[in-house]
């Protein structure tokens, strides 16, 4: 409290609240000490500088920009914003995309993993919730365990996603599943494009010059925490959304190479006696600007996880290198027991390049959450771009910065140095008061 008294009587309080609200309510903004400096490149003549040392504290505080909601909810909830906004471009045009891109092809895919062993699982069905796993004559597996729940799992039940026998549950098919899962979609969408002008009875190289296949896709945890992917798949005309498909480029054609790609690829490991694939359930269902399932869904959908990490699982949102840190975490069994199986695969040496043991606290999935095609809809620094030249317009004066000179005639000379992020836990109460974001998570020992 002696802290947050202190910073209100600061005479230069408001300058400190100006970069907390630029921050946007960041819970853990970078802290930085340094200088800009301007110079007329005709002359040499310094035309402004900009230091720290007038700052509060003698830093600026700068967002994170962070995409895990786990972290930061206020820079994830712009991320959130600018996926969803990139994902619906791609499907009703705007950014940069025509409209004319709602009457292209577009499906929403799902493809899971395989099963590696019985979980609890919560099951709906007309409003009712169904026994997990009822079996009348449940087997009792070698380690004395019954492999049957008659539970009718709450949805916030700890026990989902739990093995019903961790002892019997396959945490090295897994792990493995997981390091190679974005392999695995690269795989797929190259076995998509192959068959697909296998099915229009043209040479791979002849279909790129008149249909483009374009993605947009996210990673999920699932509770027994494994990743599967949720898809954006369009067919646009060559060169990308501006130009129509042919006619012959049909989603229903679409749908069929998808099916036959999901179940066509596979990842042999013999070193580890398995071949991994996709799992048996895959849903397709096509986009429509009106029904069940429009662009502004499909958008809000993804763009929901894109922000997301394997919370759900009970694991850790920072890096774990060895067992005995894991000890002072208060983590699920089954949680431990795959950051455990991440270690231990992470010091083979075939396995080396997998990073294993860098990415055990993500369960061993090591690849981006979010993802597309280079010719799906816009980009998020294009996004970024326009909300930057927005805010220079907005504000007089942008901090480090000189829009009053042409960026081609002058020189710009930066300095900076990191010196650490987050808020004391006074800073803290009073940015949460000043933007209006929640408390949680925002104190973190403030670098001075």
Known sequence: MSGLIARLNQSDYHRWAAQIRATGGCHQPICLRGRVEHYDQATGRLLHRYTTRDEPDGILRVACKTRRASRCPACAEIYRADTYQLIRAGLAGGKGVPESVTAHPALFITLTAPSFGAVHTRYE???KVRPCHPRRDAVTCSHGRILACMARHASEDPRLGEPLCPDCYDYTGTVLFNALAPELWRRFTEALRRRFAKLSGLPLTALRAQVTISFAKVAEYQRRGIVH???VICLDGPGGPAAPPPPWATADALADAVRH?????TIPLPAHGRTLRWGDQLDIRPIRTSGELTEQAVAAYIAKYATKAAECVG???RRVHTLDELDHHPLRDHARRLITECLRLGALDDLADHRLTQWAHMLGFCGHFSTKSRRYSTTLGALRAVREEHRR????????RLPLFAEDTVLVVSRWQYVGKGLTAGDALLAAALTGKPLSRMSG???R
Request: charge should be negative.
């Open 125 to 127: 069905t007309g409003g």
């Open 393 to 400: 317009q907005r504000d007089d004066v942008t901090t480090g």
């Open 229 to 231: 992917f949720h898809a």
């Open 445 to 447: 020992g403030d670098a």
């Open 315 to 317: 694991t850790l949102d």
């Open 261 to 265: 790609a999901a179940g066509a690829v």
